[in-house]
């Protein structure tokens, strides 16, 4: 049982290329989420997911989009990356009937 | 405007005394608090939570007080122990959508000293 697996754990882009994250989680959970953590600031949502085939804005979901063509994946995509979006990126899942949600390890992009 | 904030960017506590982390928001909607603790190069992992209704959670070595009058929770450690140097999160979970959302604080660096 790994949990939430995110995929890659590093990435350096250049403005203007595209790229896009992989979060996979085997729980069976309903929920996914993805977050950014940017410092001196706590996590902030980006987009969520509350079942397959569905996906919904976060706080910050401006230059992002997503995908959940698969009820254990959910992709992030930046289209065209700006140095505004160098953070941290974690995924999370839950069941749905709970508020506890179980974070990957991370994704670490960084836009020159 | 931040609607959860921790205003302790850290802090430092002797091994074996009490580590209380502190957290406030604004947001009267929220119902729902979580502490979540971060080591480095991973991801958050769920600590203790407390429901609106209660005001007092304990689990071992940690317990979250919530005073919802003062829209004030905080997180004690007793005994804290080196294995608890991390960052602590809180998070706040209201519905929005068709969602609960978790609202994070900026956090804490607890630093437990040998």
């Known amino acids: 049982n790994a949990g939430v697996t995110q995929t890659p754990k590093f990435r350096v882009l250049k403005t203007g290329q595209s790229m896009t994250l992989l979060c996979a989680q085997d729980m069976n959970h309903e929920y996914m989420y993805w977050y950014r953590q940017d410092p001196g600031m706590g996590l902030r949502l980006i987009h969520y997911s509350v079942g397959e085939g569905t996906t919904a804005k976060g706080e910050v979901p401006d230059g992002y989009n997503v995908s959940r063509l698969k009820k254990q994946n959910f992709l992030l995509g930046l289209e065209s990356a700006a140095p505004s979006q160098t953070s941290v990126y974690f995924c999370?899942?839950?069941?749905?009937?709970?508020?506890?949600?179980?974070f990957g390890p991370g994704t670490r992009l960084t836009v020159l | 405007d931040q609607q959860v904030k921790q205003n302790s960017p850290s802090l430092s506590v002797q091994e074996g005394r009490i580590s209380i982390l502190n957290c406030d928001y604004t947001n009267s909607m929220f119902d729902y608090f979580l502490w979540y603790k971060k080591y480095p190069a991973e991801g958050p992992t769920f600590l203790i939570s407390i429901s609106s209704i209660k005001d007092k959670n304990e689990d071992g070595r940690f317990t979250v007080f919530l005073n919802k009058s003062a829209k004030h929770l905080s997180l004690h450690i007793v005994p804290s122990q080196p294995g608890d140097s991390a960052v602590y999160f809180c998070?706040?979970?209201?519905?929005?959508?068709?969602?609960?959302?978790?609202?994070f604080g900026s956090g804490t660096q607890l630093t437990v000293l040998p």
């Open positions: 999370a899942s839950s069941p749905g009937t709970t508020d506890t949600q179980y």
């Open positions: 998070a706040a979970s209201a519905l929005s959508g068709s969602a609960r959302q978790l609202t």
